[in-house]
Each structure stands twice: as C-alpha cells, then as structure tokens.
C-alpha cells in the first residue's frame, strides 16, 4: 500500500463537512484504494485493506 498519509488526512478532514458522506459509516476510493470510514465522535477508522488506521477529527 503506497498512500501519502499526508494527503489523505486533508480529504478526510474535507470528508467530514460534505454532505456526500454524512452517514457514520461509508467508503470511499482514494489513490486507487478503497477505503471503508468508520466515524467515530473523536476519530475516523479507515479500513484500507487488511490494516486499519485512525485518524483524529
């Protein structure tokens, strides 16, 4: 898995204030992954793959 963590903490961060993706669970593909999010009311799972990893809101 090569993703620029970097870059995908500010679409997540971008994630949580669009309408699109308004539902606690749902997934989305990002540098030709797909990722399963789980939010949380402090962080985000993001299911890519077999790892999961959390990012704060």
């Known amino acids: 898995m090569q ?20 539902d606690d669970t749902f997934a989305f593909d990002f540098a030709g992954e797909r990722i399963y999010c789980e939010r949380k009311s402090r962080h985000f799972n993001l299911h890519i793959g077999s790892e999961v990893l959390q990012m704060p809101r």
């Open 3 to 22: 993703i620029d963590f970097n870059a995908l903490a500010n679409f997540v961060e971008v994630l949580d204030c669009n309408a699109e993706y308004e």
